[in-house]
């Protein structure tokens, strides 16, 4: 595993590393490739219903299920690769079916409209033609749904999947697929570990992400920013363009010589106190 150099960076954008980096500012050299345990990664970035103050806690529901499929481009028979890439994508607005009524807030935070959801497909809907999606690319077997290539989720934090993405399959009282059961890649958190290691080594970055449970929380543009990939593009709480921006990163992150590997545990049996029978919502916790 070769070291990795960052790119030039102002002085002011990582100060503490600064000093460190100082005299490798002038060059730009690709990171060596690693060995990556992954043949593909599902960037996804839900956007959900949302009421002003209310978090995560909330029975929020799926709105948007936008996903980058990324594959590598230089990935040798041992698995040896830095260089991926979007290959396609997929995208579909969903309806809601608890409180179907967007709020004004929702819609102005994530550009999405009522008649945009009521013309959507409901989420049990939604998974079966992702599903069909991910068989079209020999990710799972179109019968049973099992995997039958190692993909990764990622997202930008653990919210998507370990949050709305549970709580919409107790609204919508079905099971998780088989095929959203894995662990996921909080890019977040490997940015974070990689912007407190000094960025010098990838072995690095993997350590902080195992001893450190405080690492600073970046937002997507602060992410590119500090990464020097340019300004985010398209718009913010847009959950296609959310999506693009992470892959963005974790292009960035495979290119500079980091293992791109889970490190998220999700639980597809999660309760919230609202949650009564499959399917109900107990209003009286919601006040």
């Known amino acids: 595993m070769g070291s990795v150099l960052d790119r030039p960076q102002p002085a002011t954008a990582l100060p503490h590393i600064a000093s460190k980096q100082a005299s490798h500012w002038t060059a730009q050299i690709e990171a060596a490739r690693v060995k990556q345990p992954y043949d593909a990664f599902l960037v996804l970035d839900v956007e959900a219903t949302c009421l002003p103050g209310v978090g995560f806690d909330w029975p929020n529901e799926i709105i948007e299920w936008p996903v980058c499929l990324l594959r590598w481009k230089d990935r040798s028979s041992k ?17 809601p079916t608890w409180r179907p009524q ?35 690319h020999g990710l799972i077997d179109p019968k049973n749904g099992r995997p039958l ?45 990689w912007l407190t290691s000094g960025a010098f080594d990838a072995q690095q970055v993997r350590t902080k992400l195992v001893t450190s449970h405080h690492l600073r929380s970046l937002n997507i543009p602060q992410q590119l920013r500090l990464l020097s990939i340019g300004p985010f ?35 597809p049996h999660r309760r919230w106190q609202w949650m009564g029978r499959p399917g109900e919502v107990l209003d009286y916790y919601l006040i």
Do not use: Y
């Open 79 to 95: 698995g040896m690769a830095s260089r991926l890439e979007i290959v396609d994508e997929f995208r579909s607005f969903v309806k």
């Open 149 to 193: 290539q190692r993909f990764c989720w990622c997202s930008d934090g653990p919210f998507d999947v370990r949050d709305f993405v549970v709580k919409q399959c107790f609204i919508s009282k079905i099971p998780m697929p088989p095929w959203l059961r894995g662990d996921i890649l909080d890019v977040r958190r490997v940015v974070s570990a």
């Open 102 to 136: 967007l709020s004004q807030f929702c819609t102005d935070l994530t550009g999405i409209t009522q008649a945009q959801v009521n013309h959507a497909p409901t989420f049990p809907q939604v998974l079966k033609l992702f599903a069909r999606f991910l068989a079209q």
């Open 233 to 267: 593009q398209g718009r913010q709480h847009c959950g296609m363009d959310d999506a693009r921006n992470i892959a963005r990163v974790v292009i960035e992150l495979a290119r500079r010589g980091i293992r791109l590997e889970p490190n998220t545990s999700i639980n």
